[in-house]
């Protein structure tokens, strides 16, 4: 694996993201290599999956704009984000249950991510938001849908509407992020600890419970739901706007 690294230790199976000099911001190939890897995990024993970010600066910075910027169509910028979307609705989905663990700030479509985990943990010092509207673009990979099921309505549509950073601690009270871990703490021990009663269950009750949670959707509405948003975001993207926008952040 190129842009990933996985561990399985202790009936946890570790997704590491790992562009750090980008901050871990998805390509293709990382795209590619989460789906395979959500492949391998979904046939082993592990009970629960993390997700986390290489080095300490950031869970993950979104789509890689270095790379996506030449995407200048409405169509090709579909092509893109239906691809992450439809990794996005496999983690919503999975059968086991999956937290983010955020090492580092989580922005754009790595917020996304982070929301269509079970369980959001953070380092205390961390930033996360749904940066997009900055960009002149929307949440383009199903995050935005997802959030509403998270989130009380009011509070998730500040989080979009308002294109903010915010504090791991405002995402805390929200009861978005469900742990904060000190700065001084090891973050894996944090988590660890975190983990440890669901860790006692069998990998046959937390997928049960899990399989609960999601009977609960309609999942042609939920896909329905997730396709118009990453439809509506792909025909944002085609205008100069976002393109001027993504050009300042590229030439800062
Ligand atoms: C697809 C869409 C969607 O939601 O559907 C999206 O995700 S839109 C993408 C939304 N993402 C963003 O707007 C990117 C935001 N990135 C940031 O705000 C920041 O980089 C942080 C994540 C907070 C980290 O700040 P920090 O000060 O640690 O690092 P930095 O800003 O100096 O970045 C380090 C290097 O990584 C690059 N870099 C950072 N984020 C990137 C990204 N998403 N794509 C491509 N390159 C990126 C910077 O240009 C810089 O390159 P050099 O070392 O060469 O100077």
Redesign the pocket.
């Known amino acids: 694996m190129n842009t990933l690294e996985w561990k399985q230790e202790d009936g946890i199976s570790w997704i590491a993201l790992s562009r750090p ?3 871990n ?1 998805v390509n293709y190939e990382m795209m590619d290599e989460l789906d395979e890897i959500l492949h391998k995990i979904e046939a082993t024993d592990d009970k629960i999956v993390v997700m986390t970010g290489s080095g300490n ?2 869970f993950c ?6 790379l ?1 910027h030449s995407l200048y169509t409405e169509a090709e910028a579909y092509g893109m ?1 239906s691809k ?1 979307g439809q990794i996005l609705k496999r983690i919503f989905l999975f059968p086991k249950p999956t937290v983010a663990l955020l090492n580092g ?1 989580a ?4 917020c ?1 991510l982070i929301t269509a985990c079970d369980f959001r943990i953070a380092r205390r010092n961390t ?1 996360f938001g749904f ?2 509207g900055s ?1 002149e ?1 929307t ?3 199903g ?1 935005g849908t997802m959030l509403f099921e998270r989130l009380k309505p009011h509070d998730a549509m500040t989080y979009l509407m308002t294109s903010q950073l915010f504090a791991a601690e405002k995402g805390f009270e929200d009861g978005f992020i469900h742990q904060l871990i000190n700065d001084d703490e090891n973050l894996e021990d944090g988590l660890r600890q975190f983990l440890n009663p669901y860790l006692k269950q069998s990998a046959n009750v937390l997928s049960a419970y899990k399989k609960i949670w999601l009977n609960k959707f309609d999942l042609a509405t939920f896909e329905e739901n997730v396709e118009k948003e990453i439809r509506n ?1 792909s025909k944002l993207w085609e205008k100069e706007e976002h393109h001027a926008a993504v050009r300042r ?2 030439n800062k």
């Open positions: 000099e980008l901050r911001a600066r950031a910075s979104g789509g890689d704009l270095s996506f984000l992450m700030a922005v754009g479509g790595g996304e930033k940066v997009q960009l673009i949440t383009g990979w995050g975001c952040f590229l």
